[in-house]
């Protein structure tokens, strides 16, 4: 396999078709990355990423992107980020700076304005009637009650790596909430020598388990893509039930370094995969008897 990208859930394909464009043309993985998700950044039919993304408590979208380079291990990020089209293409410019690769709220829109970046009010008219709907339900935060993470992996012929990720994080959140997606080592991670691994679901849950992070670690250490996504899932939400009785939804991708791919998760998890040998498929990873199932959707 000369190059390969998975992305997290249906939405994941519509990305995945311009990563594999790019990929196929001997494009850099970085960049397959990045152009999969702001797609998905761009379309108002997904109610948890970019335009269209689901407001917090106040009205207010304010999103989330992570990136990171595994080759160099640059990481950048922005969190709690307003009125921009695209968190991850910020993100991604942060990522080579010797230090403030990680900026939040008024300190990221600031950076933003300063470099350049597209403006761009995220609330959909479709998003305010919903969060006008549900503002005055007391709503206890839940998985998958109106949230949900592009994350993308991708290797590139020359064999380089990356992460990226953006979202709009929980619907309802408090203002200041910041989930697992831009925190590199919880949603994402990417190291070219080894693999990389990203996570969707409910952040404070895969924050627990520094998810993405020990899945690369896990690859590193003998594990295939597929073992490594599912033990770290497993091992965490195992745990989190032990101590309290209970764990919310998380799901995890993997891209291996040879371009095999793994998936882990506890809830049904569709996600998108495509390469240099397989067309763009998009699979079903579900939870049965214990076991992690994928079957074609
Ligand atoms: N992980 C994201 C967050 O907690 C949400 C999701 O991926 O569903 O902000």
């Not at 397959?32 to 970019?50: I, L, R, T």
């Not at 410019?93 to 600031?110: M, Q, V």
């Not at 520094?210 to 745990?239: I, N, P, R, T």
């Not at 371009?259 to 996600?271: A, L, Y």
Request: net charge negative.
């Amino acid at each position: 396999m000369t190059w390969a990208a998975i992305a997290t859930w249906k939405m994941g394909a519509l990305g995945a078709k311009i990563s594999a464009d790019i990929l196929a043309k001997g494009g850099r993985a970085s960049d397959a990355a990045v152009e999969g998700v702001s797609a998905v950044e761009d379309e108002p039919q997904f109610h948890s990423v970019g335009y269209g993304g689901r407001p917090d408590r106040t009205g207010h979208v304010v999103l989330d992107g992570g990136f990171m380079d595994g080759d160099t291990l640059h990481y950048g990020a922005v969190a709690s980020i307003e009125g921009f089209r695209s968190p991850v293409r910020i993100a991604r410019s942060l990522a080579p700076r010797e230090a403030n690769n990680f900026l939040c709220g008024k300190g990221a829109e600031l950076y933003a304005e300063k470099n350049g970046f597209e403006k761009r009010d995220n609330l959909s008219e479709e998003a305010r009637e919903i969060y006008e709907k549900e503002r005055d339900r007391l709503k206890k935060l839940s998985a998958y009650d109106g949230h949900d993470t592009v994350c993308f992996l991708t290797l590139d012929e020359s064999g380089s790596m990356c992460a990226a990720v953006s979202t709009s994080g929980l619907f309802m959140k408090d203002p200041g909430r910041v989930g697992d997606s831009p925190l590199c080592g919880s949603g994402y991670y990417a190291d070219s020598e080894t693999g990389a691994a990203a996570a969707t679901g409910l952040g404070e849950e895969i924050i627990k388990g520094s998810l993405s992070f020990l899945a690369v670690f896990y690859m590193g250490h003998g594990y295939s893509a597929m073992e490594a996504a599912q033990k770290a899932v497993d091992e965490l939400d195992e745990k989190l039930r032990r101590r309290n009785g209970k764990a919310e939804a998380m799901s995890l991708i993997t891209l291996a370094k040879d371009g095999s791919w793994g998936v882990g998760t506890n809830v049904d998890f569709p996600f998108a995969f495509v390469s240099d040998t397989q067309e763009l498929t998009l699979f079903l990873a579900a939870k049965k008897d214990g076991k992690t199932v994928i079957e074609t959707i």
